[in-house]
């Protein structure tokens, strides 16, 4: 079973505009039969979308829904076929909500991270930018090229019309021993961008503590993680919300 | 809530490596600050040292990049171990003592090769460190090993060292220690060396790795 821990907590421009985060972030192990599953996910709504935290709300709340109701197939391959799948599910939630109340898509605007791993094998996949960090034993790896749109500052969302085209999704034969998913507000700390890899050190620090904590102080993790995401040293880097979910595999 | 319960929460803490994954860009200065240097040229030194710390905090990058550390002589002391520019203050230096140079440049060198173990032991990529030697005089010590450390060190490309003469400096001393040109201060411009390290520091920091920089010339500063 995988150790876990995410937390998503405001930046400091956003407490100073409107005090609202705008991240969201899941994680869930759960078991098909016999099989035991890790599903993590990652939305951040867009600054400028009025309904962003909703969208990215209502984005982790219907692949958790998705991911339960898929441990109640017989069957189903780790595929590109799963996550568009899974992306549609998380659009039709927000689509839903937009004509229900009156708004459109575009009002929800946020990325969405997902990751899914078993003894199958890792399935990483994202629209918009963010990262998504995998160890599946040898070492540890950016699962996903990092995305942006045409221009430095422009990232794809979930809710764009064409958002199935800006998926991308990549297959890992083995079990995530360990994995991060996260926003970009964490992306500067996490990632050296010339290289592209994982700054290992980072991740470090949160997978040591998950992979020896004792049952009977699981309760403060989440707490640990929110105090860390909210401490100087990162709102020294980052003024941007910044949403983390961590998972180390424990045998 | 008891002392011993509180130290056992669970906390996720981040050292300044863990937290920062921009490559490190070491600057070694290697300062002279025998009693010859007392008075105008110490003074001169000093607000040259804050002109750089003002200089590199003025740049983003170069504050997440650029590390600095300071040993000074007579007699040798670390006056500022490699830090952070983000976290550098200028010291205020004072001149007493001798000109121990030869011992200074392998303890400073013995620093920067600690420096770069812990940025491996973090995974954290460096440039080719500078070395900077400032000093009006002569070493009072033997100097030899010095200069193969440092004939070593350019040969491996394991740093650029630099050597600055100020009036009164053996710039034939110089000349064997250093593989670069020895560059031989104008009076006592200080503050325009700095400036030029600084300047230096950023394009250095901004290059990709691996690459040479090419740099500016010193002539508002020094002769060749």
């Known amino acids: 079973m995988w150790e876990t821990v995410s937390a998503a907590v405001i930046g400091t421009s956003h407490r100073d505009l409107n005090g609202v985060c705008q991240d969201r972030c899941a994680v869930l192990c759960t078991q098909q039969g016999d099989r035991q599953w890790l599903a993590m996910f990652v939305a951040d709504g867009a600054g400028s979308a009025p309904m962003a935290e909703v969208g990215a709300e209502l984005a982790v709340t219907a692949a958790l829904s998705f991911v339960e109701s898929l441990m109640g197939r017989v069957e189903f391959g780790l595929s590109d076929n799963l996550a568009v799948e899974l992306v549609k599910d998380v659009r039709s939630s927000i689509y839903l909500e937009a004509s229900r109340s009156g708004h459109s898509a575009r009002d929800y605007a946020c990325t969405f991270l997902g990751l899914l791993s078993s003894e199958l094998g890792t399935l990483a996949f994202q629209v918009g930018d963010g990262g998504i960090v995998i160890d599946s034993g040898d070492s540890m790896f950016v699962a996903i090229k990092p995305m942006s749109g045409i221009y430095a500052n422009m990232t794809h969302f979930v809710t764009e019309e064409d958002a199935i085209d800006h998926l991308v999704c990549e297959f890992f034969p083995n079990i995530a021993q360990r994995a991060a998913v996260f926003s970009d507000g964490i992306q500067r700390l996490a990632i050296n961008m010339d290289s592209n890899t994982p700054h290992e050190p980072f991740f470090s620090s949160f997978f040591d503590v998950l992979a020896t904590i004792k049952p009977e102080k699981r309760n403060q993790l989440q707490g640990a993680l929110e105090s860390f995401l909210d401490s100087d040293q990162v709102n020294e880097r980052t003024d941007d919300d910044k949403a983390l979910a961590l998972a180390v595999l424990r045998v | ?224």
């Open chain 2, 1 to 224: 809530m008891s002392e011993s319960e509180d130290f056992d929460q669970i906390r996720f803490a981040c050292n300044d490596f863990a937290m920062n994954a921009e490559p490190r860009c070491p600057c070694l200065l290697l300062l002279d600050v025998s009693g010859s240097m007392n008075g105008k040229p110490i003074d001169e030194l000093n607000a040259g040292l804050d002109q750089f710390r003002d200089e590199l905090a003025g740049d983003s990058l170069a504050m997440r990049r650029v590390e600095v550390g300071i040993v000074t002589f007579g007699p040798i002391e670390t006056v500022t171990p490699f830090t952070a520019a983000a976290a550098f203050s200028a010291p205020h230096l004072q001149a007493r003592g001798d000109t121990p140079m030869g011992a200074a440049i392998l303890q400073g060198l013995e620093m920067l090769e600690a420096r770069k173990a812990e940025y491996k032991a973090n995974g954290v990529p460096f440039y080719r460190p500078w070395v900077f030697l400032i000093t009006d005089g002569a070493p009072t010590d033997e100097w030899k090993r010095a200069a193969d450390k440092i004939r070593e060190g350019e040969d491996g490309k394991k740093f650029a060292f630099f050597a600055v003469g100020v009036e009164g400096a053996r710039m034939d001393i110089l000349q064997e220690l250093s593989v670069r040109e020895p560059l031989k201060l104008y009076g006592l411009r200080f503050r325009e060396l700095f400036q030029w390290l600084s300047a230096s520091m950023k394009s250095v920091s901004q290059s990709a790795l691996g690459t040479e920089v090419k740099l500016t010339s010193p002539a508002g500063w020094a002769s060749v």
